[in-house]
């Protein structure tokens, strides 16, 4: 088998493992009941990071793809980032709206003008510049 077979096999196994440790309950809630068992401790910590597991699944992982030590090192860590892309492009798009609620009139920016004195310096600015060819 080629070693790029190997490498893309390996990665989605990675991910699939990291996924069903670190977000699944898994059968019959087994994976849920170890992670409560797990607690607070740095494997408790571990299983809910998904990148941070991702590295430590990726490891054995990357012993099927290469046995030179060299190799091994690189790929694990390719491995790794592998899955966490693979976990970056599964999620749903992040969506931003803007504030409910803003009367006609309100100003609707994150940041208030009056607390940091935007409009006296943004009047100033813009007579500044008025008077400057913008060519």
Do not use: K
């Not at 401790?41 to 054995?60: E, K, R």
């Not at 409910?100 to 006296?120: D, M, P, Y």
Request: overall charge negative; aromatic content about 8%; some cysteine.
């Amino acid at each position: 088998m080629p070693i790029w077979f190997r490498f893309i096999l390996a990665a989605l196994a990675t991910w699939r493992v990291t996924h069903l440790l670190a977000s699944e309950d898994g059968p019959a809630d087994l994976i849920a009941r170890i992670r409560a068992r797990l607690g607070e401790g740095i494997a408790g910590q571990l299983m809910d990071c998904f990148n941070c597991l991702s590295f430590w699944i990726a490891a054995p992982a990357a012993a099927y793809v290469t046995r030179n030590l060299l190799d091994w090192v690189l790929v694990w860590v390719a491995l790794s980032g592998g899955a966490c892309l693979f976990e970056r492009v599964g999620r749903e798009p992040l969506v931003v709206e803007p504030a409910v609620g803003t009367e006609e009139g309100e100003s609707s920016h994150v940041l208030r003008s009056q607390a940091i004195g935007f409009t006296e310096r943004s009047e100033s600015s813009s007579v500044q510049n008025s008077g400057r060819d913008n060519s």
